[in-house]
């Protein structure tokens, strides 16, 4: 699980990298002065606020990337797991609106891993170690209380008829352009009676997945069924919509489920595995260190009171449950960011859906269609809509940008647009830009409603 999470922490890293600028600096869409403006909560912190320069943000970015390679490999793994991890913390606090609930997940899985053995094996700190690792009880089941929370309370919260009674809700997810790929989720869109049947498998699997995880067995092996359901899972997720690396990150936490006694029947069949993991910690049982009760005391205590804290959180979530957090309390719960909420698709699956136009005009009226480079601007929807996001943080900008909560995006979006344009194509600079959204309502029976076009923003390129 730790080589499989430190693998996606750097491909997430190379491609929040791509936009650093854009999305991280001054000169992006979320300028510093503006952080604590919109959606910070008391508690927040980050030192990617600290600066909105383009050469502190890669700093931070080049910190992040080289603990997230020493844990990768397990040296210093401990430290390297707690750099990470509070680095993820500042980084998803300076854009909230570029995040989505994978990034939840990764980050809580990073704070579980903090008590959890994950450097005893595979690792180049196992070669320093001089005896069998113990496993911590309570950390094992915050971690399975974790990955069982995030379908457990999804399942909860998908209430709507789309769900649980019409079996319609994977019909309006795939009807979403923003978000349906090419070629798979063009297939199934096209079979509606098998979207029916999938939407009711997804959300009996969904249900059945956290009791597998929870089921007491000696042995393991309902939890390594879950394990096999989460990749059936995510699987089709990721083959059928464009949600970036949220998929992934769901197999990679849950490798953790796998049961010790199939692992080692891996490790038989494969015997450098074995090498690797086992052979340098067997060699040197006979040197055991002293205990370090208090350390162990300590550590026991933060998992106890922060499994409590987070069924807590995902508890007032539900609407049967009337019970909260006090503010004060949040206070060091919004610090190490435990805050959570596992509403992907929930209660109901999106239905407005459309596309950007870009209509620039030039200082003496004359237009400019800045995404397509050319004098006629075009309104018609492009062939590929989800193509015109160059990664899942720029979709989940625009989905963000659709919420009638947050229209303070769309200016700022706007004015990164000109600004941009105009950076590049000195030639050809734009004076004023009309950013417009077509959007449309998703409708049953491949239908929808007429395409309105909406003025998001007009601005200057000042």
Not at 73 to 91: A, E, F, N, P, R
């Amino acid at each position: 699980m730790r080589i499989g999470i430190g693998a996606v922490i750097i491909a997430d890293l190379l491609i929040r990298m791509s936009d650093l600028s854009a999305h991280y600096t001054n000169d992006g869409i979320w300028p510093t002065h503006l952080i604590h403006t919109f959606g910070w909560r008391t508690g927040f912190w980050s030192l990617h606020e600290l600066s909105g320069s383009f050469a502190w943000t890669l700093f931070l970015f080049c910190i992040h990337f080289v603990f997230a390679v020493s844990f990768l490999l397990g040296y210093k793994t401990k430290i390297s797991t707690l750099i990470v991890w509070l680095l993820y913390i500042s980084l998803h606090n300076r854009n909230l609106y570029v995040q989505q609930s994978g990034d939840d997940l990764l980050r809580l899985t990073l704070f579980w891993g903090l008590f959890l053995p994950w450097n005893a094996y595979y690792s180049i700190d196992s070669k320093h170690f001089y005896y069998e690792p113990k496993q911590r009880h309570f950390a094992n089941l915050g971690y399975m209380l974790l990955i069982a929370s995030v379908y457990f309370f999804t399942v909860n919260l998908k209430y709507s008829t789309e769900w649980r009674g019409e079996g319609t809700a994977i019909y309006y997810a795939l009807s979403l352009d923003q978000l349906r790929l090419h070629p798979v989720g063009d297939w199934l869109y096209a079979h509606p009676g098998l979207m029916h049947v999938l939407t009711h498998v997804f959300y009996y699997v969904e249900f059945l997945i956290p009791v597998l995880i929870l089921w007491p067995a000696k042995k393991g092996y309902l939890r390594f069924l879950a394990f096999i359901l989460i990749m059936f899972l995510h699987t089709g997720i990721g083959l059928t919509l464009y949600v970036g690396l949220f998929f992934v990150i769901n197999m990679v936490t849950a490798i953790g489920l796998i049961p010790e006694v199939m692992m080692d029947k891996l490790e038989n069949k494969i015997k450098l595995l074995r090498y690797i993991s086992r052979d340098a910690i067997l060699r040197t049982t006979s040197r055991r260190p002293k205990k370090k009760i208090n350390l162990r005391v300590l550590g026991n205590s933060v998992c106890v009171i922060s499994i409590v804290i987070c069924l807590i959180i995902n508890l007032a979530s539900l609407r049967w449950f009337s019970y909260e957090l006090k503010k004060d309390l949040m206070i060091p719960v919004n610090a190490v960011r435990l805050d959570q909420y596992w509403g992907m698709f929930s209660p109901s699956v999106l239905k407005r859906d459309g596309w950007f136009v870009y209509h620039g005009l030039d200082s003496i009226g004359r237009q400019w269609d800045l995404r397509l480079n050319q004098p006629y601007v075009d309104y018609k929807k492009p062939e590929s809509v989800v193509g015109m996001y160059t990664s899942d943080r720029w979709r989940k900008l625009a989905e963000n940008m659709q919420r009638e909560s947050q229209t303070f995006l769309r200016p700022l979006y706007c004015r990164y647009v000109i600004k941009k344009w105009n950076r590049e194509h000195p030639e050809k600079k734009i004076a004023t830009l009309n950013l417009k959204y077509m959007q449309k309502e998703n409708l049953p029976g491949y239908k929808t409603e007429p395409v309105q076009e909406i003025l998001y923003s007009v601005c200057d390129g000042r």
